[in-house]
């Protein structure tokens, strides 16, 4: 069997010797950017993308029912759903919920299994940020499991590190406390039914036992340690992540088991000794050793600290559907924005995939996101003005600036205020329940760093800190970073609808956007929805130094292969720089909420984009 024996025999040192390859691309979205192929001399050599079969002139197959370019249908049941973006974990969510555990027992053992199964993008490393249906409240609520930065850390020190003006994408400095733990901890407080030690044990058995690598996971597992391992990654050492996730020297591509037994330990001291045992415990003082060992600044004492917040979403109101975005330091107020300058326009007149409505979907984006780049930040730091960036007289403003069939070419922040690796799951039980949840570890696998025997990589959330004086997200220790991660949630009439997400770091708001005007203008169903052919639009204003040098003037539009010609070249007329298409789409997973007569029916929906899928029954 040909394997990546890139790695193998090769200590930690040997392998910064390998060749300067860049860093993975500014990305929370796989497929995006990444290391290109290695040079043809490396032993095990096989060109990156060699397992990918591609004929422009072959098309999908032809589907009798819906959506010609659906990929199947949505999959429904009237007790419970979940859809997640590996199929072992979306099987974990089931069998919870079939063994009488809630929405919320069913997420955090998929969000545990996930950080074993899917490590490019999860793990306990990470943040996570949770919206839900609360039946008995019969509301949406929010949690926010975002940690901070080192208190040791000062702005000095961060700005003596910075390049380009950013904070490094890899390294120590980069790392901001996990709160991923603590965020499973909380809801499970309020809404968990099954015994927590009883959450762990799949993932254990999972870890210890090991698991055939799919083939999207596989591929970025050798990517991310290729950049983690070049010379000047930043990475104050690479033996303990070459160690668990490259053991023997190989890192494991597609049909490869992958074992990760220094995880499963982890977990079972989590399982006996709850969130304590990380943050206060034998768990904090080995990541607080182990972060004095290599000269960084998290101590057990910003562990400690740490702790997630409940919170009330955001909501807007669009053509009859309330819209749900995540409150607090996160991008999900871009989605209800652009939603709001959308409603001033007839998309469904325009028509479905047209470039009268691309056209004015990005031009949104554009406006949305001067502001995202503005103003959203840590509000316990900074006074954000939400109220004003999210009501209908702001949008009403922002739309007169665009135009169907012109490019506004002085896009700038209202007067009031790009991408990394992510997974996002959704979970609905028999009582009505419905889980929107989505974690990261920020770009690819984090900051490459992995903790004495732990077996999971820490964060590099903290390199979307700005370093811009008077920037209301301007590093400061002790304080939480724009976070690009958002779940989705959207009711109707008081009731639950969607509970859905796009992972992709910039991607996120964009292909909420996108999902939306599929299912409420155009009427798609929650399957052809995700399957529609996405753009991408790169090169906003950031405040993080996330855009790559010679950025054209109004960005680049990335337009996947569905994408109907006519469009393509109308927009492209319109002076749109058109960018090859790399993968940079997100990757979607929905469950819909709707009734038949007295009888609760769940339409559970993934893509093509990821390895997962979605069951229901």
Same mark, same amino acid.
């Given at each position: 069997?040909?394997?990546?024996?890139?790695?193998?025999?090769?200590?930690?040192?040997?392998?910064?010797?390998?060749?300067?390859?860049?860093? +993975?691309?500014?990305?929370? @979205?796989?497929?995006?950017? =990444? *290391?290109? &192929? $290695?040079?043809?001399?490396?032993?095990?050599?096989? !060109?990156?993308?060699?397992?990918?079969?591609?004929?422009?002139?072959?098309?999908?197959?032809?589907?009798?029912?819906?959506?010609?370019?659906?990929?199947?249908?949505?999959?429904?049941?009237?007790?419970?759903?979940?859809?997640?973006?590996?199929?072992?974990?979306?099987?974990?969510?089931?069998?919870?919920?079939?063994?009488?555990?809630?929405?919320?027992?069913?997420?955090?053992?998929?969000?545990?299994?996930?950080?074993?199964?899917?490590?490019?993008?999860?793990?306990?490393?990470?943040?996570?940020?949770?919206?839900?249906?609360?039946?008995?409240?019969?509301?949406?609520?929010?949690?926010?499991?975002?940690?901070?930065?080192?208190?040791?850390?000062? +702005?000095?020190?961060?700005? @003596?590190?910075?390049?380009? =003006? *950013?904070? &490094? $994408?890899?390294?120590?400095?980069?790392?901001?406390? !996990?709160?991923?733990?603590?965020?499973?901890?909380?809801?499970?407080?309020?809404?968990?039914?099954?015994?927590?030690?009883?959450?762990?044990?799949?993932?254990?058995?999972?870890?210890?036992?090991?698991?055939?690598?799919?083939?999207?996971?596989?591929?970025?597992?050798?990517?991310?340690?290729r950049a983690f391992t070049k010379p000047g990654s930043g990475v104050e050492e690479t033996a303990n992540a070459m160690h668990t996730y490259?053991?023997?020297?190989?890192?494991?591509?597609?049909?490869?088991?992958?074992?990760?037994?220094?995880?499963?330990?982890?977990?079972?001291?989590?399982?006996?000794?709850?969130?304590?045992?990380?943050?206060?415990?034998?768990?904090?003082?080995?990541?607080?050793?182990?972060?004095?060992?290599?000269? =960084?600044?998290?101590?057990?004492?910003?562990?400690?600290?740490?702790?997630?917040?409940?919170?009330?979403?955001?909501?807007?109101?669009?053509?009859?559907?309330?819209?749900?975005?995540?409150?607090?330091?996160?991008?999900?107020?871009?989605?209800?924005?652009?939603?709001?300058?959308?409603?001033?326009?007839?998309?469904?007149?325009?028509?479905?995939?047209?470039?009268?409505?691309?056209?004015?979907?990005?031009?949104?984006?554009?406006?949305?996101?001067?502001?995202?780049?503005?103003?959203?930040?840590?509000?316990?730091?900074?006074?954000?003005?939400?109220?004003?960036?999210?009501?209908?007289?702001?949008?009403?403003?922002?739309?007169?600036?665009?135009?169907?069939?012109?490019?506004?070419?002085?896009?700038?922040?209202?007067?009031?205020?790009?991408?990394?690796?992510?997974?996002?799951?959704?979970?609905?039980?028999?009582?009505?329940?419905?889980?929107?949840?989505?974690?990261?570890?920020?770009?690819?696998?984090?900051?490459?760093?992995?903790?004495?025997?732990?077996?999971?990589?820490?964060?590099?959330?903290?390199?979307?800190?700005?370093?811009?004086?008077?920037?209301?997200?301007?590093?400061?220790?002790?304080?939480?970073?724009?976070?690009?991660?958002?779940?989705?949630?959207?009711?109707?009439?008081?009731?639950?609808?969607?509970?859905?997400?796009?992972?992709?770091?910039?991607?996120?708001?964009?292909?909420?956007?996108?999902?939306?005007?599929?299912?409420?203008?155009?009427?798609?169903?929650?399957?052809?929805?995700?399957?529609?052919?996405?753009?991408?639009?790169?090169?906003?204003?950031?405040?993080?130094?996330?855009?790559?040098?010679?950025?054209?003037?109004?960005?680049?539009?990335?337009?996947?292969?569905?994408?109907?010609?006519?469009?393509?070249?109308?927009?492209?007329?319109?002076?749109?720089?058109?960018?090859?298409?790399?993968?940079?789409?997100?990757?979607?997973?929905?469950?819909?909420?709707?009734?038949?007569?007295?009888?609760?029916?769940?339409?559970?929906?993934?893509?093509?984009?990821?390895?997962?899928?979605?069951?229901?029954?």
């Amino acid at each position: 069997m040909h394997r990546r024996s890139l790695f193998a025999a090769l200590p930690a040192a040997a392998l910064l010797k390998l060749g300067a390859t860049p860093a +993975l691309a500014n990305t929370e @979205s796989p497929g995006q950017g =990444g *290391a290109p &192929p $290695p040079p043809a001399t490396l032993p095990g050599f096989q !060109p990156e993308g060699a397992d990918r079969f591609v004929r422009p002139d072959v098309h999908a197959g032809d589907r009798p029912f819906g959506a010609s370019f659906a990929t199947r249908s949505a999959a429904m049941g009237c007790n419970g759903a979940a859809g997640t973006a590996q199929p072992v974990a979306t099987q974990i969510a089931i069998a919870i919920l079939r063994r009488g555990g809630s929405a919320v027992d069913a997420a955090v053992a998929t969000n545990a299994a996930l950080g074993f199964l899917e490590p490019t993008s999860s793990g306990l490393g990470g943040d996570c940020y949770a919206m839900l249906w609360d039946p008995d409240r019969r509301a949406v609520v929010g949690l926010a499991g975002s940690g901070a930065s080192p208190r040791g850390l000062s +702005l000095e020190t961060v700005r @003596s590190r910075a390049k380009d =003006g *950013a904070l &490094p $994408p890899h390294g120590a400095v980069s790392v901001s406390v !996990p709160g991923a733990l603590d965020a499973w901890w909380t809801l499970h407080q309020r809404y968990g039914r099954l015994p927590w030690r009883e959450l762990f044990q799949p993932a254990i058995g999972l870890a210890r036992s090991g698991v055939p690598v799919p083939q999207i996971i596989g591929n970025y597992i050798y990517r991310n340690l290729r950049a983690f391992t070049k010379p000047g990654s930043g990475v104050e050492e690479t033996a303990n992540a070459m160690h668990t996730y490259a053991p023997g020297g190989n890192a494991p591509r597609e049909g490869d088991v992958f074992r990760n037994p220094d995880l499963a330990h982890t977990y079972s001291l989590i399982a006996e000794g709850g969130r304590d045992v990380f943050y206060d415990g034998e768990i904090a003082e080995i990541i607080a050793r182990y972060f004095k060992r290599i000269g =960084g600044w998290m101590t057990r004492d910003d562990l400690r600290r740490h702790h997630s917040e409940w919170n009330t979403p955001l909501q807007t109101d669009y053509r009859g559907v309330t819209v749900h975005g995540m409150a607090a330091n996160t991008q999900g107020l871009a989605t209800l924005q652009m939603m709001n300058m959308l409603e001033h326009f007839d998309l469904r007149g325009m028509g479905f995939q047209s470039a009268a409505s691309l056209q004015v979907q990005i031009e949104a984006k554009r406006l949305a996101y001067e502001d995202r780049a503005r103003y959203y930040a840590d509000p316990h730091f900074a006074k954000i003005p939400v109220e004003w960036l999210i009501s209908k007289d702001y949008a009403a403003e922002r739309a007169k600036l665009i135009r169907p069939g012109k490019i506004n070419a002085d896009i700038r922040p209202g007067n009031a205020p790009s991408h990394g690796d992510t997974t996002y799951f959704t979970v609905a039980d028999p009582n009505g329940m419905m889980v929107s949840m989505i974690q990261s570890n920020f770009r690819g696998m984090g900051s490459g760093l992995v903790a004495d025997g732990l077996g999971f990589m820490f964060q590099d959330r903290g390199q979307l800190f700005s370093l811009r004086d008077g920037h209301p997200n301007l590093y400061q220790p002790g304080k939480r970073p724009f976070q690009t991660i958002i779940p989705g949630f959207a009711t109707r009439g008081g009731q639950p609808w969607m509970s859905f997400g796009v992972m992709g770091g910039d991607m996120q708001p964009m292909g909420q956007q996108q999902i939306l005007v599929n299912r409420i203008d155009y009427g798609l169903d929650v399957q052809a929805a995700g399957d529609s052919p996405r753009w991408h639009h790169e090169g906003s204003s950031q405040s993080m130094g996330e855009d790559a040098p010679g950025m054209p003037a109004d960005g680049l539009l990335r337009l996947e292969s569905g994408v109907p010609d006519a469009t393509r070249s109308a927009l492209a007329g319109l002076g749109w720089t058109l960018a090859p298409s790399d993968g940079g789409y997100g990757r979607y997973e929905c469950i819909e909420h709707r009734m038949s007569g007295q009888d609760r029916v769940y339409a559970a929906a993934s893509e093509m984009r990821a390895d997962g899928c979605a069951l229901a029954y």
